[in-house]
Nanobody
Framework: QVQLVESGGGLVQPGGSLRLSCAASAYTICMSSMGWYRQAPGKERELVATMDKSGRTNISDSVKGRFTISRDNAWNKVYLQMNSLKPEDAAVYYC???????????????WGKGTLVNVSS
């Protein structure tokens, strides 16, 4: 079983920045996509940004131009640089990793436990 461990959340003022990090417990496993989702209280989980092995990204319109995703394929790590944070960015941010060979892992992808981002003055 692969574990994803997030770090970097916290409290920041509007307009501030945070950098989230996520590391997989097994860096030898091929991951086709890694990225970030978030869930605010009372709302459904939503995609923030993902990146595939080739570096292609899928970024939510709500964070384009403010958030940057990057990835270290060799170590199965993914990062989210969040700038110009807004109160509406406050949420629990979850790391996600999609293995290249899902069938080997029961058809499942992997999720971290989440890290809380709070944007408030």
């Amino acid at each position: 079983q692969v574990q994803l461990v997030e770090s970097g959340g916290g409290l920041v003022q509007p307009g501030g920045s945070l950098r989230l990090s996520c590391a997989a417990s097994a860096y030898t496993i091929c991951m086709s996509s890694m990225g970030w989702y978030r869930q605010a209280p009372g709302k459904e989980r939503e995609l923030v940004a993902t990146m595939d092995k080739s570096g292609r990204t899928n970024i939510s319109d709500s964070v384009k131009g403010r958030f940057t995703i990057s990835r270290d394929n060799a170590w199965n790590k993914v990062y989210l640089q969040m700038n110009s944070l807004k109160p509406e960015d406050a949420a629990v941010y979850y790391c996600n990793a999609d293995p290249c060979y899902r069938n080997y892992y029961g058809g499942m992808d992997f999720w971290g436990k989440g890290t809380l981002v709070n944007v408030s003055s």
